[in-house]
């Protein structure tokens, strides 16, 4: 798990993808239970993206993750209500 951090840590200080090293990221803190840095992330991607809906669905786990699930239940009742015909968001 290390070389994948610094693969992410290195990426992002030296390409113009940083927007998607800082999600691919985010993807690795949670997936190895870092959800507070996860969250830390997530947060800045979905409010620079609201758009982009998987950053909303991923701050959603990591949000549980961190036992927040009241406010996870709430991103994603407002993104089912904003994209109501997303697929991703029906399986969230």
């Given amino acids: 798990p290390k070389s994948l951090f610094d ?7 030296h390409h113009n993808t ?16 870092k959800q507070a840095a996860a969250n830390q992330l997530l947060t800045t991607l979905s409010q620079k993206y609201p758009e ?24 994603l009742e407002n993104l089912i209500q904003t994209y109501p015909d997303n697929y ?3 399986f969230a």
Avoid: P, V
């Avoid at 693969?7 to 200080?13: A, G, I, V």
């Avoid at 090293?21 to 997936?31: A, F, Q, R, V």
């Avoid at 809906?53 to 991923?58: E, M, N, T, V, W």
């Fill in 88 to 90: 991703a968001l029906s």
């Fill in 18 to 33: 940083k927007t998607a090293c800082e999600y691919g990221l985010s993807l690795t803190y949670l997936k190895f239970n």
């Fill in 7 to 13: 693969f992410y840590k290195q990426s992002c200080d």
């Fill in 52 to 75: 982009q809906i998987d950053f909303s669905i991923a701050l959603s786990e990591a949000e549980i993750g961190l036992k927040e699930s009241s406010k996870a239940i709430s991103l």
